[in-house]
């Protein structure tokens, strides 16, 4: 059995940012360079470095990052490796100086696995915030056994995407006294007077998974998992839209990777550490009603335009107008990245200690909230970074293998929820049973 590891000691650099002149990436070196200079590396260090295709681009992230953070010496200090996914050489060449890399560079499908093969095949874990579950799970199928041998660890979904979900049901069963059979979590976006929007390189990820559903169900059939048991009572699915009675709001299923990656941790924690899985089901709240006759449209243009290769074109092309502004080529401004935050109420049930989920109705609830910044290029670099640190620092209290791993499954047994809490993504508990 390899041990653990991968990433030789000795190499030059610990993390590598990989994708760093792209819209998230930028954001991914400033938080890393803010932890960088932060208490825990105040005596060690954090050897770390930018990799792309242009150098002057990732010069200039290294500046701006520099001017807003008021570290002027990130400019001198910071090496850029020129890296392109197009070329395995390149990808070879800086993967063989790093102990883990970053991976920003999105969509994910498209140029998201010469970067693991790399990784793999140089003994170099890697890090991804995808929200693609066809990527996610064909990473697994192709590179798990790779990457046991090699004893080198590849975690994808490590953003918002799906770190506040994944990590959020562990820290609800921990918090509860008994068995955790079953979570409905609820996903509310908050925004100041200018609103918010998302780049359309998320757009871009959806509207290529829509239109592979096929190419997903036949990566399953391949993958061949048998069904995980259910403990306690069978959850209950809500319709399409509804109103929630917890939120006092309409809400409608959450379309992200959340409920793929949850399910996907709560298998490896069942199959290899025989802990009971969770049912999970995960909503987004819409508003009101007008908020919901406006979605019904949005999602009607969208369906109807992804079927085809033109009008996928249309929506890649035009993504303010088909969106009704909600994700553009530009990105958010820096004010409403400023004010947006966003809220993940989790509901869970389960039995008491003491009665078999086997029998009868649950009979505990508990209800816990993750709360944190602007999602995408807030909370996604914060997760990030955090996860990265935790490979770092905690490796002995990782699986004993190397693989494809989601968070959950990666840092179930480490300090990543605590680190999180002190970063700005808080994990509490809102009511637990009384004792």
């Not at 046991?148 to 590849?154: N, Q, S």
């Not at 009607?300 to 033109?310: H, I, Q, Y």
């Not at 080529?329 to 004010?339: L, R, S, V």
């Not at 955090?386 to 905690?394: G, H, M, N, R, S």
């Given at each position: 059995m390899a041990t653990r590891g991968g990433g030789a000691a000795g190499r030059t650099y610990e993390l590598m940012?990989?994708?760093?002149?792209?819209?998230?990436?930028?954001?991914?070196?400033?938080?890393?360079?803010?932890?960088?200079a932060g208490d825990e590396f105040r005596s060690s260090g954090l050897r770390w470095a930018v990799a792309g295709r242009n150098r002057s681009k990732l010069e200039d992230v290294l500046r701006r990052a520099a001017e807003a953070l008021g570290m002027p010496q990130l400019k001198s200090e910071i090496d850029i490796i020129i890296c392109d996914v197009g070329d395995p050489s390149s990808l070879d060449a800086m993967c063989k100086q790093t102990?883990?890399?970053?991976?920003?560079?999105?969509?994910?499908?498209?140029?998201?696995?010469?970067?693991?093969?790399?990784?793999?095949?140089n003994g170099t874990h890697c890090i991804d915030i995808s929200g693609e579950p066809k990527y996610l799970e064909g990473m697994y199928f192709k590179y798990?056994?790779?990457?046991?041998?090699?004893?080198?660890?590849?975690?994808?979904?490590?953003?918002f995407d799906s770190v506040p979900a994944d990590l959020g049901v562990l820290f609800t069963r921990d918090n509860l006294k008994g068995t955790?059979?079953?979570?409905?979590?609820?996903l509310s976006f908050h925004s100041g007077p200018e609103g918010t929007c998302i780049h359309d390189g998320t757009w871009q990820s959806a509207i290529y998974g829509f239109s592979d559903q096929d190419g997903l169900r036949k990566l399953r059939k391949q993958?061949?998992?048998?069904?995980?048991?259910?403990?306690?009572?069978?959850?209950?699915?809500?319709?399409?839209?509804?109103?929630?009675?917890?939120?006092?709001?309409?809400?409608?299923?959450?379309?992200?990777?959340?409920?793929?990656?949850?399910?996907?941790?709560?298998?490896?924690l069942y199959e290899n550490l025989e802990e009971a899985?969770?049912?999970?089901?995960?909503?987004?709240?819409?508003?009101?009603?007008?908020?919901?006759?406006?979605?019904?449209?949005?999602?009607?243009?969208?369906?109807?335009?992804?079927?085809?290769?033109?009008g996928r074109s249309l929506l890649i092309k035009y993504p303010k107008f088909f969106s009704f502004g909600y994700f553009t080529?530009?990105?958010?401004?820096?004010?409403?990245?400023?004010?947006s935050s966003f809220t993940m109420m989790m509901f869970g049930e389960g039995y008491s200690e003491g009665q078999d989920p086997q029998q009868g109705k649950p009979n505990v609830k508990i209800c816990t909230q993750v709360k944190g910044p602007e999602a995408g290029y807030v909370a996604?670099?914060?997760?990030?970074?955090?996860?990265?640190?935790?490979?770092?620092?905690?490796?002995?209290?990782?699986?004993?293998r190397g693989g494809v791993y989601t968070p959950g499954g990666a840092f179930s047994k480490t300090k990543l929820i605590e680190r999180l809490n002190q970063n700005g993504i808080q994990f509490t508990v809102i009511t637990r049973p009384e004792a």
């Open positions: 940012v990989l994708g760093a002149s792209g819209f998230t990436g930028q954001f991914v070196v400033q938080e890393l360079a803010r932890v960088a102990t883990a890399v970053l991976s920003c560079v999105g969509p994910y499908r498209f140029y998201g696995e010469p970067v693991v093969k790399a990784c793999v095949e798990n056994s790779q990457a046991a041998d090699k004893g080198v660890y590849i975690i994808g979904s490590c953003g955790l059979t079953a979570i409905e979590s609820f993958i061949g998992h048998k069904p995980l048991p259910i403990i306690g009572a069978k959850q209950k699915r809500r319709g399409t839209v509804f109103y929630s009675d917890e939120l006092k709001q309409y809400s409608i299923p959450f379309l992200g990777s959340d409920v793929s990656v949850v399910k996907r941790t709560q298998r490896y899985p969770v049912q999970y089901s995960a909503y987004t709240t819409v508003g009101g009603i007008a908020s919901v006759v406006k979605l019904i449209f949005a999602g009607l243009l969208f369906l109807l335009f992804a079927k085809f290769s033109f080529k530009e990105g958010p401004t820096q004010k409403q990245m400023n004010d996604t670099p914060i997760a990030m970074v955090q996860v990265a640190v935790t490979l770092l620092k905690e490796r002995s209290s990782l699986p004993q």
